[in-house]
């Protein structure tokens, strides 16, 4: 008879330690962050945005990388982008769902200039 209990406890724990143990990462068709279009990252180092133009199609996202060790911003004359201050490593994510051209800049270093046109 305590053999069984035993075994019973024991299968008890095994489940219990299974289902409480680390869990692998949902796929990506099920993830809520997923991002539909490309992505194209525009570095900023030197104090340039590289590449300084960008051509991309409705729906795709940028992703702005600061790799200075100064901080930067994204900043567009019509309010589209709009970041804050990234500092080195920092990153600014832009998803553009109407056709059309922004021209941008940094914030703090106005004669950085960059441009994105969404056809």
Not at 41 to 57: D, M, W, Y
């Amino acid at each position: 008879m305590k053999s069984s209990k035993l075994i019973v406890l024991l299968a008890f724990l095994m489940i219990l330690i299974i289902a409480c143990g680390p869990s692998q990462p949902a796929p990506p068709e099920q993830r809520s962050e997923l991002i539909t279009g490309n992505v194209i990252n525009v570095a900023i180092k030197g104090f340039k945005f590289v590449p300084a133009e960008v051509n991309i199609k409705v729906g795709e996202t940028i992703v702005w990388t600061n790799e200075d060790t100064a901080p930067h911003t994204v900043e567009s004359s019509n309010g589209v982008l709009k970041s804050d201050e990234l500092l080195k490593g920092d990153t600014y994510k832009y998803t553009f769902t109407k056709a059309g051209k922004h021209d941008y800049i940094c914030g703090i270093h106005p004669y950085m200039h960059g441009s994105v046109t969404v056809q």
